[in-house]
């Protein structure tokens, strides 16, 4: 796929972004796109949101557990860039910034030291995790009705949308093991799912490892500072104004939002 074309539907994502509309899958209109086309499209994308102003703050790996590769026909993990304008607190306001929201319950890692694959092990990410915490991601999809495949998905910057993380439920990763720890998700008062840390690869430290590893093939570190969500550990769920989520994950606490 040459440069122009990239560009081109590097900027169909933003422009579909920022108001609010839909395309049709991407795979559809070209079939040959490849998965690094598709990443290559994300950082265009992401390149225009800098441009808008938009900072980096960390990374996302999606898709790493059976229930959401199921529920989007996505069957490998895929990584996207957050930003400063992702991230809530309290109340989210879904109902003016995305189109087709979808909240899952996930782990937080908070960085203080810098990854750089390849190479990297559990015990390097553990070393170089200052907290984790527990976190709602709400994924939105550019795609009409959320018909894509994995370069579709790549291509939308893995399909990020908003999210929220309880800095205070913070805690030091060596004091739970996180294949273990089990997740709670609450909508409207209601329990709606359960998870554990094993369904996102085996352990969101596998998911932070693949990510660090991944990205160093392309010299891309993963930063100290940075915050990285791992990936959801319970099926996505539908979310409108008017809801409200709480999730909770043993030995660290609850991250609660409401949907405006």
Request: charged content about 20%; proline content about 5%.
């Amino acid at each position: 796929m040459d440069k122009q074309l990239i560009e081109q539907l590097g900027n169909e994502l933003y422009q579909a972004m920022v108001e609010r509309t839909v395309l049709s899958p991407l795979t559809e209109r070209f079939p040959d796109i490849t998965i690094v086309d598709a990443y290559h499209i994300s950082l265009h994308m992401l390149e225009c949101r800098l441009s808008a102003g938009e900072k980096i703050i960390g990374k996302k790996i999606g898709a790493t557990s059976k229930a959401v590769q199921n529920m989007l026909g996505v069957f490998q993990p895929d990584f996207g860039y957050l930003t400063d304008k992702m991230v809530y607190s309290d109340e989210m306001p879904i109902s003016q910034l995305l189109i087709q929201p979808k909240a899952e319950g996930e782990i937080a890692f908070v960085l203080k030291r810098d990854l750089i694959g390849p190479g990297i092990t559990n015990a390097d990410v553990l070393a170089a995790t200052e907290a984790v915490m527990p976190c709602f991601e709400v994924v939105d999809s550019r795609i009409e009705d959320w018909k894509i495949k994995i370069q579709d998905t790549v291509a939308d910057n893995a399909s990020c949308g908003l999210f929220v993380v309880n800095e205070k439920a913070a805690v030091d990763p060596r004091s739970l093991d996180l294949s273990t720890c089990g997740m709670v998700v609450e909508k409207n008062g209601a329990t709606l799912s359960v998870g554990a840390g094993a369904a996102a690869l085996g352990s969101p430290v596998n998911c932070v490892a693949w990510l660090a590893n991944t990205l160093g093939q392309f010299g891309i570190p993963l930063k100290a500072g940075e915050l990285i969500l791992s990936g959801s550990l319970v099926p996505l769920e539908p979310v409108v104004a008017g809801d409200e989520m709480n999730v909770k994950v043993g030995g660290m606490g609850n991250c609660r939002i409401r949907f405006s």
